[in-house]
């Protein structure tokens, strides 16, 4: 079983930056994909990044050059830096982590922010204009 717990979230004026936190506990942690994802009000879940145990990392177009996500091994924790917020990335943030049994697997699936297994229970980001 894999818990995730997300921090960091909190409500900043357009411009400026936050990070978030994911704690993961569990073997899992370094033989897949971690990534975060967000649901902004009134509106379906959306991929924001992904990093594969080889450290390769996918963006959403929304977020490129803007986010960067980060992953330390050593300390079980998945990071977001998030830079130039804008009000549309006003919503709840979560860490989500998947297991493949192929490493053609992970790769694909890692990149196109499909089969997660496992999800944290969301932090909430507010950027006000």
């Known amino acids: 079983q894999v818990q995730l717990v997300e921090s960091g979230g909190g409500s900043v004026q357009a411009g400026g930056s936050l990070r978030l936190s994911c704690a993961a506990a569990?073997?899992?942690?370094?033989?897949?994909?971690m990534a975060w994802f967000r649901q902004p009000p009134g509106q379906e879940r959306e991929a924001v990044a992904a990093?594969?145990?080889?450290?390769?990392?996918t963006y959403a177009d929304s977020v490129k050059g803007r986010f960067t996500i980060s992953k330390d091994n050593a300390k079980n924790t998945l990071s977001l830096q998030m830079n130039s917020l804008k009000p549309e990335d006003t919503a709840m943030y979560y860490c989500?982590?998947?297991?493949?049994?192929?490493?053609?697997?992970?790769?694909?699936?890692?990149?196109?922010?499909?089969?997660?297994?496992?999800w944290g229970k969301g932090t909430l980001v507010t950027i006000s204009s």
């Open positions: 990093i594969d145990k080889d450290g390769t990392t």
């Open positions: 569990g073997n899992t942690y370094s033989s897949g994909c």
């Open positions: 989500a982590a998947g297991i493949f049994l192929t490493r053609s697997t992970l790769k694909a699936r890692c990149s196109g922010f499909s089969g997660m297994n496992y």
